[in-house]
């Protein structure tokens, strides 16, 4: 087994990372006192309520998982759910996120009260984790019914469909919050999104040098800035800051990990109170270089010569756009053709974005979570997992569930990966 | 050289003496609490039928379970990794064993060289399969060991939705008060844990031969029905329990 040993050293932007992840939190927490409204709803909303000033948007799915990260108030919020009759197999997410509602419990302290919720129906909870929201504070909300599909299918109704909701959506908020909406705002935070989408796209690439420049808990804590505010010129701004830190350090041969012995991709959500796995992984010199959520879910890609390349953004294309109608046109198309919402629809084009990352990311192998909290990521996942055998590439399963400690054996996923590394001649690095 | 393989089960640990790369004895005890004394036990017992003491052994490897709680062992490995070992040695022409355990199962495809080339594990909905027979056994009110004789003599197909114990139990109760006979339900219980275990099997694909071990290896109505679902014979070692403690001890010598 080849032993490559190489420089390595923190990120100069992690601390700038914290400071934004940190902001953007004590914004939730702080938003009644800055006199700004507070809006809650699945992430990353769609870059519209930008258009009525002072918005804070609070999202559900980074909110669940950083109590997902601490076991114990996970499991408080997990039971106050069960004990309000929500059944234990709905998604996590949701889960955590309504137990910290109903107790007012948070990593941040409380729970601040929204002023309305706004959600895309993006996966089989949205619509129905948001109603229980509205309901329990009293408030107003708004769903928008994402027509996700595989390309080239009805992509012109699709998309229709989605604008004249993001239209009706516009009056809806004028009405609801009596304030009146800025196109050029909503343009300049749909820019920002795009472009975020778009960086986040050309930084993930990057991992595919050796040694790899992140790795994946670095990521997760990087991606999530732009699930988080990508609509936010300061998010663009990081992105491009942390691009020319991980060209340079692709071009220095600065890896995350000393010894980069193998590479794996993770799919689907992590078990969140157990990332000592990609840790337990480096013992063996082996790096996770990323996630189809982590690279889809934050990025934008389009197909260039059969490789992954970032997408073009409608700017980058000549879209011309100089009021609403554009923008919200050029903006439901950008989302509907995005690869990380089409998991919930295609096995097909899941196989192929795996494969094409497995290929294009110089990855010896897949470790999958079997995710047990999520239907959307973990829909197709064994048919992955065969394509990916018959492809000849290594595959190891582990079951868990990304916001549930209980169904998640530490002990027994960290047997997995043990066997699953010995079987690919890795010995724990001395 | 003398050298030993440690086996720790969830139910059995096992250990086996290799002399100059011969099975010279072997050991079978119940896995306690304390898994460590469990393993002193296994390996005392097996060096005291060799007629050896703990200092003859030149060297130690766990494996199972209960692996990483063996410290005076020197070197861990995953049982995948023993059991494609030791099949290698018991039926070199073996490319998949499927290893049923009380409470994990996998399958695992290996090479001529005795390596694994690959395997898949039990998920949470397929474990305890060992542990789900006696379970049933209990409701049946029969022995594990006669389980087999029932269902080799069930003549009827009576289909069991589930394997988690809680809920088959209730549905075994279901069955004998729908009049089922005990035969038909043994078969269904051994029916439900095979189709599921196949399953698995299917998933990582079968290359000839094909060797089943584990606990549940032993019960000649699984090998049977084993082979009736995958289409292909069954090769049991004939101590099926050991063969991970043999690919332990074997690697203990390399």
Known sequence: MTQNTYKTKPLDCWQKARELRQKHYHDIMTAKEQGRL???????????????????????????????????????????????????????????????????????????????????HGCDTHAKWYQ?????????????????????????????????????????????????????????????????????????????????????????????????????????????????????????QIGILATERWRVLHDSQPPWSSLRLFKHLEEYGVVSIGSHYSLFLGGAYEKQDGNLVPARTPDDRGTVITNRDQAIQAMAEWYLSQGAFQITLSPRIRIQDTLQ??????????????????????????????????????????????????????????DRVDGFMESMGLKKLV | ????????????????????????????????????????????????????????VKGIIATGVGRKHVDFAHDQVSDITANARGMHWVFPRVRTTIDVGAEQSHATRVSDTGNVVDSVRNEKCAAGAGAFVES?????????????????????????????????????VSLIHSGVARTDIARAILEAIVTRTVSMVRRLGVENDVALIGGVAQNAAVVKLTQDHLGVDILVPENPCIVGALGAALMASE
């Open chain 1, 132 to 252: 229980v929201v509205k309901e329990y504070y009293d408030i107003p909300g708004f769903v928008i019914d994402m027509p996700f599909g595989p390309p080239g299918e009805r992509e012109k109704t699709r998309t229709e469909y989605l604008v004249a909701q993001c239209h009706e959506y516009i009056e809806w908020l004028e009405k609801t919050t009596k304030r009146r909406f800025d196109d050029e705002r909503m343009i300049a935070a749909i820019r920002n999104d795009w472009n975020a989408t778009k960086l986040w796209g050309e930084i993930a690439l990057l991992n595919a040098a050796v040694p790899a420049p992140l790795d994946q808990v670095r990521i997760y804590s990087l991606y999530v800035i732009g699930v988080l505010e990508r609509d936010k010129k300061e998010t663009v701004q990081f992105y491009e800051i942390l691009r020319d830190e991980v060209k340079d350090r692709v071009a220095n």
């Open chain 1, 38 to 120: 507070l809006v809650t709803g699945s992430a990353p909303p769609l870059p519209l309520t930008a258009g009525i000033r002072d918005v804070v948007f609070m999202g559900g799915e980074p909110w669940a998982a950083t109590i997902a990260l601490d076991p114990n108030l996970s499991e408080q919020c997990l039971e106050a759910t069960e004990a309000k009759g929500f059944a234990r197999d709905l998604c996590s997410y949701c889960r955590n996120y309504l137990g910290s509602m109903f107790l007012s419990r948070s990593p941040f302290g409380g729970v601040p009260k929204p002023d309305f919720c706004f959600t895309r």
């Open chain 1, 357 to 414: 990352m497995v290929r294009q990311m110089k990855a010896n192998g897949m470790i999958m979570h079997l995710n047990r909290g999520c239907e959307a990521a973990s829909y197709g996942q064994m048919e992955v997992r065969l394509a990916l055998v018959q492809a000849g590439v290594p595959v190891l399963t582990y079951e868990g569930n990304m916001g549930d400690a209980k169904e998640y054996d530490e002990r027994e996923a960290f």
């Open chain 2, 1 to 56: 050289m003398i050298t030993a393989g440690v086996d720790i089960g969830a139910m059995n640990t096992k250990a086996v003496i290799l002399v100059d790369g011969q099975v010279s004895s072997y050991s079978l005890v119940p896995t306690g609490i304390d898994m460590k004394q469990s393993a002193e036990l296994a390996l005392e017992e097996a060096l005291g039928r060799a007629g050896l003491s703990p200092s003859d």
């Open chain 2, 136 to 172: 049933m056994a209990a409701a049946l009110e029969v022995t594990v060991e006669d389980m087999e004789g029932l269902a080799l003599a069930s003549k009827n197909m009576t289909a069991m939705n589930v394997t988690c114990v809680v809920f088959a139990e209730s549905e075994v």
